[in-house]
């Protein structure tokens, strides 16, 4: 059996003169590599993300900036740098879609974490210096130590967002200084958000090990599907 396919949501970029880019940081595609996945690219396209879904054994939704919370109500926080208005679009059609697809497994790093919480109704914490004074801890790549039921150890990060709680989902994992930093929907096969970067931490427990278990899933979830 071939790998697995691995579809991660791409990041929209403008250049310095306005133009739009679909982009993939290399090292989600070179994370990927490493545990046994073949990596595509999802592009930012709204109308296309459910279609994506059919072409992937799994989907890593990646990092980027801010969740633009002006459609649900809540004024910015001056510090917000918000993403593309096509890119958010584009993360919440995919995960409309995925509710209708529960069976396909899901990672959520970082701002995929977020934008899972926030779909399902999780409240976001817009920035973490407001309630932790040292909360550049969580940036620069600087390692803290976060406790996880899927692993312990010192990890990777940046952003200054996090979730307030778990919503619907089980926490499942906190930093040292009490950031939620793991959530999980146990009644998926495979339905896991982290706020660290698993791509970039060096532990391997909390690195490449984290990718693996969405590698494992996928090639469950192919192998299910020839199957059948």
């Known amino acids: 059996m071939t790998n697995p396919i691995i579809g991660l949501t791409a990041n929209?970029?403008?250049d310095d003169k306005g133009r739009l880019r679909h982009e993939v940081k290399g090292t989600y595609i070179d994370a990927v590599l490493r545990v046994g996945g073949t990596p595509i690219m999802l592009p930012a396209i709204a109308s296309l993300r459910a279609a994506m879904i059919d072409v992937v054994d799994g989907i890593i939704m990646t990092g980027g900036?801010?969740?633009d919370t002006r459609p649900f109500g809540i004024a910015m926080h001056p510090k917000s740098e918000i993403m593309e208005s096509d890119r958010q679009a584009a993360e919440f059609a995919l995960l409309d879609a995925l509710k209708m697809r529960p069976e396909k497994p899901v990672l959520g790093i970082c701002?995929?974490?977020q934008m899972m919480g926030v779909h399902a109704g999780c409240p976001i914490i817009q920035h973490l210096h407001d309630l932790k004074p040292d909360a550049d801890r969580h940036k620069f790549d600087n390692p803290?130590?976060?406790?996880?039921?899927?692993?312990?150890?010192?990890v990777a990060s940046w952003h200054h967002q996090a979730l307030e709680d778990c919503g619907p989902f089980e926490a499942i994992g906190w930093s040292d200084d009490g950031v939620l930093e793991a959530i999980r929907d146990s009644s998926k096969p495979f339905y896991l958000g982290v706020q660290w970067h698993p791509e970039r931490t060096k532990d391997p427990i909390m690195g490449d090990a984290i990718i693996a278990r969405l590698i494992d899933a996928a090639?469950?979830?192919k192998l299910a599907t020839l199957i059948r």
């Open 144 to 154: 803290h130590l976060v406790e996880s039921e899927i692993g312990c150890g010192p």
């Open 12 to 14: 929209l970029v403008r």
């Open 219 to 221: 090639r469950a979830h």
């Open 65 to 67: 900036d801010d969740i």
């Open 111 to 113: 701002l995929g974490m």
